[in-house]
Each structure stands twice: as C-alpha cells, then as structure tokens.
C-alpha cells in the first residue's frame, strides 16, 4: 500500500527513518572519501540510504536490480534472488523442504529476471552500467534480513572484477551478516540486533520507497 507506515514500539527503534540512517552509515564508511567509490544501491528501499552515503562520500551513486524470488503461494518467503545480468543465490536447502519441483524454481527464476530487467530500464533508462572493473564498490541497502537480494548482487558484482567490494547496510541479521561477509572484502553492519524479525521494525519512520522517489534521488 503507498504510503505505508511501519511502527516499533515508542522506545527501541535504531533510526528516524532510511536519511538517518543513511547518514550514521556514512560516518562508518569515511575512509573511503577518497577512493573513487561507486555506491550502488539496492532498489527501492536501499537508494535514500545510498544517496546519503553517496553525497557524504562524494562518490557516483546508481543502482543495482535484484530481485527476490518468492515460494510459491508464498511469496514473502524469499528462496533467493536474481539480478537482471544473471546473479543468482538459490537458498538449496529451503527448495528442498518446501517440495518445490525444479520446473518450478526455473520459472520462477525467468519471471523475477525479467521484472529485474524492467526494472532496469524504468531506473536506468539509456544509461550505460558505470565501471565497475577495479574500484572501490560499496553496495548499501536499507537492512538485511535473510540476505537473499543482497547476495545475488554480490554474485553479479562479483563477475565485472572490483578492486575492493563492501556491503553497507544500517542493521543485519547476524545470520545475513555473517553469510554476507563471507562472500565480500568488508561489510559494515551497524547493529545486528537480535531477535531480529523484520528490517522495518527498527525504523521510527519506515516508508514505502515510491518509484517516483527512486528516480529523483537518481536524477533521472
């Protein structure tokens, strides 16, 4: 629903909303003002987050399209994630205990890499994909929960060789965090409070991203 609002309880949320949290991670993140660092964000709750670590950085801001790949008759229950250009993370093991047949996962699969690539197109129009070969790249969402979207990017990022990969997120998961951390250089995670539950429940303010707020972070 636009407009939608999560609430925590009046004591114990982390951040105002995605700004604030955007800019505390960017304090973490200050040894890389002068990298030459691409910030890339995770739409759409990952780009006001990204942005303020972008402008503090003084670093190129742009996206990167994962998309998660829901179970069948229940979506919300990721079993992984594809980017547009081919990163998958399959979660195996839940595959296997849902029952779901490999027809299945395959269509799946082709379903959400295409949403990805529309995607793509709508928050990147005619612009060619920055550099990625040999710099610093920091990939910022807005929390971690099981780490399935973030992991598929990774993959994709992965494969266009950067000098130095960093994952940014405001709060983790330890399990995401610690999953995450294993395929990168350096993750920056400021808090992985535990239980977790979900990412929007340590926000004051927890906005759904429009698409419209997406494109004026990038200009377009």
């Known amino acids: 629903m636009p407009g939608r609002?999560?609430?925590k309880r009046a004591q114990g949320y982390l951040y105002r909303n995605r700004i604030d949290a955007g800019q505390r991670l960017a304090e973490r993140l200050g040894a890389l003002r002068d990298a030459d660092a691409l910030v890339l964000a995770l739409p759409r709750g990952g780009v006001p987050v990204a942005a303020e670590v972008a402008r503090s950085l003084d670093a190129e801001l742009d996206v990167m399209i994962a998309r998660k790949i829901g179970a069948p008759m229940q979506p919300e229950l990721a079993i992984g994630a594809v980017t547009a250009d081919g990163g998958l993370f399959l979660d195996t093991?839940?595959?296997?205990?849902?029952?779901?047949?490999?027809?299945?996962v395959d269509a799946l699969i082709?379903?959400?890499r295409e949403n990805a690539r529309l995607r793509e197109i709508r928050f990147r129009g005619s612009r060619a994909f920055p550099r990625i070969e040999g710099r610093t790249v920091v990939l910022v969402d807005?929390?971690?929960?099981?780490?399935?979207?973030?992991?598929?990017?990774?993959?994709?990022?992965?494969?266009?060789?950067?000098?130095?990969?960093?994952?940014?997120?405001?709060?983790?998961?330890?399990?995401?965090?610690?999953?995450?951390?294993?395929?990168?250089?350096?993750?920056?995670?400021?808090?992985?409070?535990?239980?977790?539950?979900a990412v929007g429940l340590f926000y004051r303010e927890f906005f759904q991203t429009e698409d419209t707020e997406v494109e004026r972070i990038l200009g377009m």
């Open 142 to 197: 807005d929390g971690l929960a099981t780490g399935a979207t973030m992991s598929a990017a990774v993959h994709s990022i992965r494969k266009q060789q950067p000098g130095h990969l960093v994952v940014a997120v405001p709060v983790g998961s330890r399990f995401a965090c610690d999953v995450i951390g294993s395929e990168v250089e350096e993750i920056v995670c400021l808090a992985t409070p535990e239980p977790f539950g």
């Open 5 to 7: 609002r999560m609430r």
């Open 110 to 112: 082709a379903a959400e």
């Open 93 to 104: 093991m839940m595959v296997r205990e849902l029952g779901i047949d490999q027809d299945t």
